[in-house]
Each structure stands twice: as structure tokens, then as C-alpha cells.
């Protein structure tokens, strides 16, 4: 079992997400609508594992298979589809890595993860206890990704519920 890494927050994940951004802007080009930084590493201050998570939005479901194949002829490891129309992929490098969701513009859990980044980026509180609940849980876990995952599911629940309500 791999050890579950939570690290303090470094401003370098900014630059780390720009140049990856750029990267794919300029292969996917005009069947992107949008490429957007999710996850613990786009929230200013957050511990989170060396990882970052990006979400790029095609402009239509019909370009998906395009999109698909593009990205992985990139050097990125596809892991397929994650059950919820979004394709994973990855790519690692030594210190940090890239986990990149692929979808279209009308996908039900992108919309959630721009719901929970943006409620912890404007609830410093909430995104403290995250981070709390975060290391807890991999010390916790052993190693063990799906109790990891599994640990943060009422928490990340309880965040979109409460940014719904602000919406």
C-alpha cells in the first residue's frame, strides 16, 4: 500500500496548475470550454497531497472521444471513465502529480467540485477543518485510499450542500 501524503499548502500548485493548463489549452484548443483548477491544491492555504486535480470541460459531449484520445496520446496514464461521465487520467512526476477529469459542460460532479472549491476558498474555517480532517484521516488510514476517501465523503457532502444554499 502506498503511504497517503497530506503536505502543507505550496504556492507553487498555482504555477504547477498554470503550466499544465497552458499544456493542454494548446492541445485541445477549441473543444475546451473551460479548464479549472479543483481540489485541495486550489484552495489557498490548504494542506493537501502533492497532487493537483484539474477539471477540463469540453464544450460538447460530442467532442469527448476527441478530447479522449488527445489528452491520451499526452503522456498521461488514462484510468477511464469514473462512472459519472468524467474520464480520469494522470500523469506523476517525482515531488507532485497531475490527476485531470475530463467532461462535458453539463456534468453533475464538476459542478460540485466548483461548489466545494470555491465554498472553502471564501470559508477559511471550514477549510482549516478540512485540512484537520484530512490529516487525521491518513494517519488513520494506513495506507488505505478508500477508507482515506471514504472518511471525507459526509464532510465534502455537508460543503456542497451548504454552498448550494448560497447559490
Known amino acids: 500500500m502506498r503511504a497517503i501524503k497530506v503536505v502543507d499548502y505550496d504556492p507553487s500548485w498555482l504555477r504547477l496548475f498554470a503550466e499544465i493548463s497552458a499544456e493542454l489549452w494548446t492541445l485541445l484548443g477549441d473543444l475546451v470550454l473551460s479548464i479549472d483548477h ?20 469540453t464544450i460538447s459531449d460530442d467532442v469527448l472521444p476527441t478530447a479522449i484520445d488527445a489528452v491520451r496520446s499526452a503522456d498521461f496514464v488514462f484510468h477511464g471513465d469514473r462512472g459519472v461521465k468524467r474520464w480520469a487520467f494522470t500523469r506523476d512526476h517525482q515531488v507532485y502529480g497531475f490527476k485531470l477529469y475530463l467532461c462535458g459542460p453539463d456534468n453533475h460532479a464538476h459542478r460540485e467540485r466548483i461548489l466545494f472549491r470555491d465554498y472553502l476558498r471564501n470559508h477559511p474555517a471550514r477549510a482549516q477543518a478540512y485540512a484537520e480532517l484530512k490529516r487525521r484521516l491518513a ?29
Open 38 to 57: 479543483i481540489g485541495s491544491t486550489s484552495v489557498p492555504g490548504l494542506a493537501a497531497k502533492p497532487k493537483i486535480d484539474l477539471d477540463i470541460v
Open 139 to 167: 494517519v488513520e488510514a494506513g495506507g488505505d485510499w478508500d477508507f482515506y476517501t471514504g472518511g471525507k465523503t459526509g464532510f465534502v457532502s455537508e460543503t456542497v450542500r451548504l454552498a448550494s444554499l448560497r447559490t
